[in-house]
Nanobody
Framework: QVQLVESGGGLVQPGGSMRLSCAAS????????MSWYRQAPGKERELVAG????????NYADSVKGRFTISRDNAKNTVYLQMNSLKLEDTAVYYC?????????WGQGTQVTVSS
């Protein structure tokens, strides 16, 4: 069955770094565009970053440009989100999403808390 399993979340101080991973299985990972979303308490889920199926193109929310980097390893069926210079407002549950045409899969999310 399809699985997207996020890992790497936790507690970090402002200005710190963290790398999230999302391991995929049960579908042809290399055919799917991959994205990271986040949802803070009381807010709607928002797109953070996306990468095309071949890794050749990426896009970012304005709020994370220059601080976050999305990448993927199709040999390992894994997508990453490197987060640097973390801010208090980056605190949220982070989800990975796989999408191809009308098919879309979500992970269960991993909590990232930025706090001093």
């Amino acid at each position: 069955q399809v699985q997207l399993v996020e890992s790497g979340g936790g507690l970090v101080q402002p200005g710190g770094s963290m790398r999230l991973s999302c391991a995929a299985s049960g579908f042809t990972f290399s055919s799917y565009g991959m994205s990271w979303y986040r949802q803070a308490p009381g807010k709607e889920r928002e797109l953070v970053a996306g990468v095309t199926s071949d890794g050749g193109s990426t896009n970012y929310a304005d709020s994370v440009k220059g601080r976050f980097t999305i990448s993927r390893d199709n040999a390992k069926n894994t997508v990453y989100l490197q987060m640097n210079s973390l801010k208090l407002e980056d605190t949220a549950v982070y989800y990975c999403r796989a999408r191809y045409l009308l098919r879309s899969y979500w992970g269960q999310g991993t909590q990232v808390t930025v706090s001093s």
